[in-house]
């Protein structure tokens, strides 16, 4: 679960409430309902996140069939329960905590910061191919179901990483 919300930068609860008809193997996609702004939005994922799901959905098929639950949900608990939003953020937490990671504002490690990263991550890689990140903002913005893009700048935090590539390619723009 954890892997899929960072993979493809999900919030909790669109992970939490996928729904196994939601994951269409033929043509790598996700279909995310029920989002924070109440849209629906189609999100593309590799073939390594594929998979996985492929993977997962075989196990989770056997695990129906041998338990006679009936839940539609994509993620179970024990009991054949679609996995509550709380306790996916509950595991993330404790995680975290027994892996000694921390935020370096000081602030409590969140779910939602594995969204911050993914957006992030995908901003290096951009800037690394040479891609003009300004066109691909809106693409981004649309991907993470975004209404303004001024949403997804709040995701896009500068790294050393990310300022480096940036000032390379302003310095490049100026001496041309």
């Known amino acids: 679960m954890l892997k899929l919300t960072y993979c493809l930068g999900l919030r909790s609860g669109e992970t939490t409430r996928l729904l196994v008809e939601d994951i ?3 043509n790598d996609l996700l279909y995310i309902n029920e989002t924070k702004f109440h849209k629906s939005r189609l999100v593309t994922a590799n073939a390594p996140v594929m998979k996985m799901l492929k993977l997962y959905l075989d196990w989770r098929k056997s695990i129906v069939k041998e338990n006679h639950f009936v839940n539609n949900h994509l993620f179970l608990d024990k009991r054949g329960n679609g996995v509550p939003q709380h306790e996916l953020q509950q595991a993330f937490r404790l995680i975290c905590t027994k892996a000694n990671i921390v935020r370096k504002d000081g602030k409590n490690v969140r779910l939602h910061d594995l969204r911050h990263s993914f957006a992030t991550h995908r901003l290096v890689k951009w800037y690394k191919e040479g891609a003009d990140v300004q066109t691909l903002l809106p693409v981004l913005s649309t991907y993470l179901g975004h209404s303004h893009l001024e949403d997804t ?3 896009l935090s500068m790294t050393h990483e990310l300022l480096d590539k940036a000032n390379i390619r302003f ?5 041309s």
């Open 171 to 175: 310095k490049t723009y100026v001496e």
């Open 153 to 155: 700048s709040i995701y």
């Open 24 to 26: 269409d193997l033929n």
